[in-house]
């Protein structure tokens, strides 16, 4: 059931990824965030040519989930790298912080490569100490 899960996350967190628009640093990734209500968001980077401009794969996920009305986030896959290189595409520091504002500290974070995962962290781990949506955390 958890595996089927993160397996339908990963698949569309491909599919999100090949749509990335990263002309720039050729590094596309994408992102899927699977919600309490058990509804699927993804997203993709979109780089500017003005370069501070461009957005990452979870911010997009994130505006998705928040414009269809979503709020709790479950479940996150990112997926970025080359296949095989086993590098971790873990969320930038603000990311982190966006996820936070929808995720508890427990919820997992599937880091991805183009072949699958390759590593699960907390978003705790990720973000400890965290400033999050009630003020001071635990
Ligand atoms: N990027 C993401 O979209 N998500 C991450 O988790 C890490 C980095 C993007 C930002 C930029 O478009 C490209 O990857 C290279 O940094």
Same mark, same amino acid.
């Given at each position: 059931m958890e595996d089927e899960e993160i397996a339908a996350l990963v698949a569309a967190a491909r599919a999100a990824m090949a749509n990335a628009?990263?002309?720039?640093?050729m590094f596309p990734v994408g992102a899927a965030i699977h919600t309490d209500s058990g509804r699927v968001f993804v997203g993709a980077n979109v780089e500017n040519?003005?370069?501070?401009q461009g957005q990452c794969a979870e911010a997009s996920a994130i505006g998705a989930m928040v414009t269809a009305g979503e709020r709790r986030i479950r479940r996150v896959v990112v997926m970025g790298g080359k296949? *095989?290189? *086993?590098a971790l595409c873990t969320p930038c520091g603000g990311c982190r912080q966006r996820l936070r504002e929808f995720a508890a500290p427990g919820v997992p974070v599937h880091v991805c490569g183009p072949e699958g995962l390759r590593r699960t962290f907390t978003l705790g781990e990720l973000l400890p100490h965290a400033f999050g949506p009630d003020g001071a955390n635990p």
């Open positions: 628009h990263a002309p720039y640093s040519a003005a370069y501070p296949a *095989g290189d *086993g």
